[in-house]
């Protein structure tokens, strides 16, 4: 298992060398923002060790992951009062194993309808369809979601 892997954006966020609201951190994991939140509050989970596939992790490190989205999920709960929280894990993007967590307020923002762009032939998932939330206010929306608040 690779511990480090320098192209990957997400390493850089765990080493400090990218910038990241960061919603929690201990020894196995970080939760910080998404920086284009479906929802504001929308957050994400990621092991400290550079693992591309969730299946890949060990089962202690996913169920560690788990249970850290849990927690912050029910103070989402409290914090945004969504409907439902989501938990979505998919791996496009990315490639270091995320555990989307999600606010819910209506069924089509678990499948990222936001993210589906018509176009001549159809339709395609657009990333940055979504538009990008400024620092100042991530900052904000993850020191709503940290336990210490
Ligand atoms: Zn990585």
Redesign the pocket.
Known sequence: M?Q??A??????I?AGDAPASVVHRDDRCIAFMNLRPLHIGEFMV?PL????HFTDMPDDLAAHIMVVGQRLGRRMMEVYNPKRVGYVVHGFG???AHLNVVPLHESSDIVSAKHIVGTEAGFRIAHDAVPLRCRADLDADAAKLRSDQ
């Open positions: 690779k480090h892997n192209q990957c954006v997400f390493c850089a765990i990621i060790v550079h693992i591309d990315v490639p270091h």
